[in-house]
């Protein structure tokens, strides 16, 4: 029997699938489609202190390669989240979920983390240091600096499962850079990545969302090859106690199937979710199942990490 179970900070999940944040995941109602759904767990909007209307729209647009998107962090607000999952784990205390978070300035981050150290929250929790979309805010984690300082201060209170949402790096040394400061820190895990921040897509002589001049993060087919990088390259530096969370251009089984042999152990859908609806995870499962059925894989740690290189 084939199974995709997998499990994260050693909780332990039936599917290896899940939404990406931002997409299914504003409103409760789109939560708990996820939650019954083929997907193994769901993750949150990344929520801020307090609701956000985010960007003007037009702000999200499917297109043939993928999505392009300026939302510009519409949330309801940390406390609708965190209450409902505080509901779920009373409901449904067998299965965890991910509450994504980010302030808006640093001090917002820990007032934020501090209330959720605070709670009775026992899931997971992603600290989205990516987000390309507020105008003047720029993506934390291309700021190392920055970056080392929020870690170091998050672990001196935060005490629960933690892991990062990450954007895309595209040079070797900044691989070397990042890795070596997560190395430092208890994470539990690197999501990699975020959308390819402020890409441009034209149809006709016109961009096709509102906000920042049709500047917006880029999503699909478009960001497979730099997600299987970063989740291969990361997965080649962090320690083993960090796991990975691969996002980026999954469409179907076999683009699964790549991001956990880059090693990956969860994976996310984001663009092909906003596009296909939950059903997308029913047929994304059964395909990976038939892959690894194909090859004699009955569990991912059969392959996980065990992308093959051309040697000599
Ligand atoms: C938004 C986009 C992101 O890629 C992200 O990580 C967080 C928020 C947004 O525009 O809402």
Redesign the pocket.
Known sequence: MVSTSTQIAGFLFDNCLMNA??VACMTKEELAEVKDSAAGTFVT??ATLEFRQ??PEP?YQDVPLGSI???????NGLDYYLDYLLELQESEPNRTFFLSL?GMSPEETHTILKKVQASDFKGITEL?L?????PGKPQIAYDFETTEKILSEVFAYFKKPLGI?LPPYFDIVHFDQAAEIFNKYPLKFVNCV??I?NGLYIEDESVVIRPKNGFG?IGGQYIKPTALANVHAFYQRLKPEIQIIGTGGVLTGRDAFEHILCGASMVQVGTTLHKEGVVAFERITAELKTIMEEKGYESLEDFRGKLKYIEG
């Open positions: 944040a931002g909007k990344t985010g960007n702000r998107n300026s939302m510009g962090l519409p949330n980010v989205n990516s987000c390309p979309n507020v949402k975020n959308s921040g993060g």
